[in-house]
């Protein structure tokens, strides 16, 4: 398989967006990394750095200590509040306007496609605005102020469910759980609907969400790979960018369609 330089944009990847009817945009963590969200391969830093993230990112780790779980979650959600979505989610979001439909699908749990103004977003591991009870499941409103910063090792006690007095849990799809039903369901729709998938800053590791480019792939659509290195979806992908996506999606998207204005910064 050639290898593409960095940042070099095949035109026919470009005509390929003009050309499509329906557009998925999947994206992972490296999506959000230029907005200064570790991915989570490199989530935990500082006082995190002696923890694994997909350890923490589990119902067993919340049951055994739901102080930790809770402060990592707090401060991953301090993190989004205080970042802006960048160019890439910017340009995202500008692409609505020039195609006749698109699908945004993201494995990601921040806000910032939202922020960005893509609409309908489908969210295949939640949120961290969407905490709920772990007893009940009953969702619990969390003030959008910035949480205090958990002291030390940064647990910080979860809130208590209004309704049933049960711990406040994190509204994401932890390891072991199973994805939502509707969200999985409209995600594997619009893979099997779609001309053209755009798969921007996701390793490809977890399932099921990796397996959605092959899905797209089958049906008959063409694959545009974002990423700054190799990963397990190369081989599926039609093309793949090797760069930043801040800096190549408007690129990729202005050979598409010229007058696309993606000057408003976020
Ligand atoms: C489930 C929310 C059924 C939490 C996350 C086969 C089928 C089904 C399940 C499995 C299976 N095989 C294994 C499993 C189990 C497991 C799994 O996939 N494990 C992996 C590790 C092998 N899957 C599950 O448990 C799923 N559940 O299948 O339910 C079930 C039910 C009961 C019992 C068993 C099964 C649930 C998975 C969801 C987990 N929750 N997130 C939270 O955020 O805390 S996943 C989490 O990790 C992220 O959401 C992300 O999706 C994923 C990977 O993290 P990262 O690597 O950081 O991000 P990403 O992959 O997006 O990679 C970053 C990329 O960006 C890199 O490639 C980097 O190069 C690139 N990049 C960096 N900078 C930039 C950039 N790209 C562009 N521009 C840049 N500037
Ligand atoms: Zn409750």
Request: contains cysteine; proline residues 8%.
């Amino acid at each position: 398989m050639k290898l593409n330089p960095p940042n070099f944009i095949d035109p026919a990847a470009a005509t390929a967006l003009q050309h499509a009817s329906h557009v998925v945009v999947f994206t992972g963590a490296g999506v959000s990394s230029e907005s200064g969200i570790p991915t989570f391969r490199d989530a935990l830093t500082g006082l995190w750095e002696r923890f694994d993230a997909a350890s923490l990112a589990t119902p067993a780790a919340y049951r055994k200590d739901k102080d930790l779980v809770w402060g990592w979650y707090e401060w991953r959600r301090m993190q989004v509040l205080r970042a802006l979505p960048n160019p890439a989610h910017i340009a995202i979001a500008a692409l609505a306007q020039f195609v006749p439909k698109l699908t945004v699908v993201t494995q990601n749990v921040d806000d910032l496609h939202e922020r960005a103004g893509s609409t309908n977003v489908v969210h295949l591991h939640g949120s961290l605005h969407t905490p709920r009870c772990f007893a009940c499941g009953r969702p619990h409103h969390l003030d959008q102020e910035i949480p205090r910063e958990p002291e030390g090792g940064r647990r910080l006690r979860p809130p208590n469910c209004d309704h049933c007095g049960g711990s406040i849990r994190p509204g994401v799809v932890w390891f072991g759980e199973s994805l939502p039903t509707q969200e999985l369901n409209s995600a594997f729709t619009a893979a099997k609907q779609c001309d053209v998938m755009l798969v921007v800053g996701t390793s490809g590791l977890v399932q099921p969400a990796a397996g959605l480019p092959a899905r797209a792939k089958n049906a008959g659509a063409s694959l545009i790979q974002i990423n700054p290195v190799k990963t397990d979806l190369d081989g599926e992908c039609t093309w793949t960018l090797y760069g930043q996506a801040g800096t190549l999606l408007p690129k990729l998207l202005n050979m598409a369609f010229p007058n696309m204005d993606l000057t408003r910064v976020a």
